[in-house]
């Protein structure tokens, strides 16, 4: 089992950036695929990158790709999501999760672990 906790969440301004890191306990950290998901109120939980357990193969959605970048250094057991232009349709609880099972996927079914989230609010 792994322990995901992330951080580094708050309020900027539109078309500010943030970066935020989630700490994973295990030393076998660089065997998991791990995943960026983001919850505003009144919707579900959408996917916003993912990377696989070596650096070398990313992924985003639509939404954000050009803006953000996911990133890890397995190292650190950390994982990154650096956030560039943002707008207030980001604003929501930003969640780490890692899987083991499954390559590539942007289904929040499909990872096991979860961290309790960061709050990043973008103001107009």
């Known amino acids: 089992q792994v322990q995901l906790v992330e951080s580094g969440g708050g309020l900027v301004q539109a078309g500010g950036s943030l970066r935020i890191s989630c700490a994973a306990s295990?030393?076998?950290?660089?065997?998991?695929?791990m995943g960026w998901f983001r919850q505003a109120p009144g919707k579900e939980r959408e996917f916003v990158s993912g990377?696989?357990?070596?650096?070398?193969?990313?992924y985003s959605a639509d939404s954000v790709k050009g803006r953000f970048t996911i990133s890890r250094d397995n190292a650190k057991n950390t994982v990154y999501l650096q956030m560039n232009s943002l707008k207030p349709e980001d604003t929501a609880l930003y969640y780490c999760a890692a899987t083991e099972r499954v390559a590539g996927s942007r289904a929040p079914k499909d990872y096991d672990y979860w961290g309790q989230g960061t709050q990043v609010t973008v103001s107009s």
């Open positions: 295990r030393r076998t950290f660089s065997r998991y695929a």
């Open positions: 990377i696989s357990w070596n650096p070398i193969y990313t």
